[in-house]
Every structure is written in C-alpha cells, then in structure tokens.
C-alpha cells in the first residue's frame, strides 16, 4: 500500500514539473521571438520594401544627373 502511494505522488510530482518545464520553456521561447526573430524580421521587410522604392528613385536620380551634367 505505501509503494502504491509513493507511486502515485511519484507521478503527481513528475507531471507537475512537466507541465512546469513545458510553461517555462514557451515563455522562453515567447521572449526570443519578441526579442530577436521579430525586429530581424521587420527590418528584413522594411529594408526589403525601401529597397523597392529606393531603386527607381535612385536610377532616375542618376539619369537625370548624367543627362544635366552634375
């Protein structure tokens, strides 16, 4: 009879630290992402999106300055 209770809150104890490690390690990983993949990724979209509209900016720019002579 006490190895079946010591069984039981063998299992009690160890689920519990499983649900604990499984909280623990999504906060982790919330921080992480907010932390570091997501402004990598806004700056990739933002630099990628610039990059679009700089381009024609800037070949109209030199254009129009080799053609004035600038």
């Given at each position: 009879m006490f190895t079946a209770i010591c069984?039981?809150?063998f299992l009690m104890v160890f689920f519990k630290l499983l649900v604990l490690a499984f909280k623990i390690g999504w906060g982790i990983l919330k921080i992480s992402?907010?932390?570091v993949v997501f402004p990598?990724?806004?700056l990739t979209l933002i630099f990628g999106g610039f990059f679009f509209i700089a381009?024609?900016?800037i070949l109209i720019a030199?254009?129009?300055g080799m053609a004035v002579g600038a």
């Open positions: 069984l039981i809150l992402l907010y932390l990598i990724v806004a381009l024609p900016v030199g254009i129009t």
